[in-house]
């Protein structure tokens, strides 16, 4: 079993930034792949990012490559989304996951593990 729990989401105005963190318990944060996933009211669930269990491979979303960074502290058991040049378009559910594989993408099937949310809301 892992639990996640999501925080550092809020309301921020258009251009600003945010960090989302993602703390894990359970099984070994560091043989796992993470990912970061966005659901807005209304629409299906979305891949932001991922990274594989060291750190060495990141994915992006094409909505926020280059404005958002996914990292990870596996000392800390620890995920983080970096999310700058924020966009009304950015506000959502966001979700953090484990995946079943070390280096996972965007395919939410390799997702195990979910966290149960936090709210992001950007305003114009």
């Known amino acids: 079993q892992v639990q996640l729990v999501e925080s550092g989401g809020g309301l921020v105005q258009a251009g600003g930034s945010l960090r989302l963190s993602c703390a894990a318990s359970?099984?070994?944060?560091?043989?796992?792949?993470m990912g970061w996933f966005r659901q807005a009211p209304g629409k299906e669930r979305e891949f932001v990012a991922s990274?594989?269990?060291?750190?060495?491979?990141?994915n992006y979303g094409d909505s926020v490559q280059g404005r958002f960074t996914i990292s990870r502290d596996n000392a800390k058991n620890t995920m983080y989304l970096q999310m700058n040049s924020l966009k009304p378009e950015d506000t959502a559910i966001y979700y953090c996951?484990?995946?079943?594989?070390?280096?996972?993408?965007?395919?939410?099937?390799?997702?195990?593990?979910w966290g149960q949310g936090i709210q992001v809301t950007i305003s114009s």
């Open positions: 996951a484990a995946a079943t594989v070390t280096n996972p993408d965007v395919r939410l099937d390799l997702y195990q593990y």
């Open positions: 359970g099984r070994t944060f560091s043989s796992a792949g």
């Open positions: 990274i594989s269990r060291l750190g060495s491979v990141k």
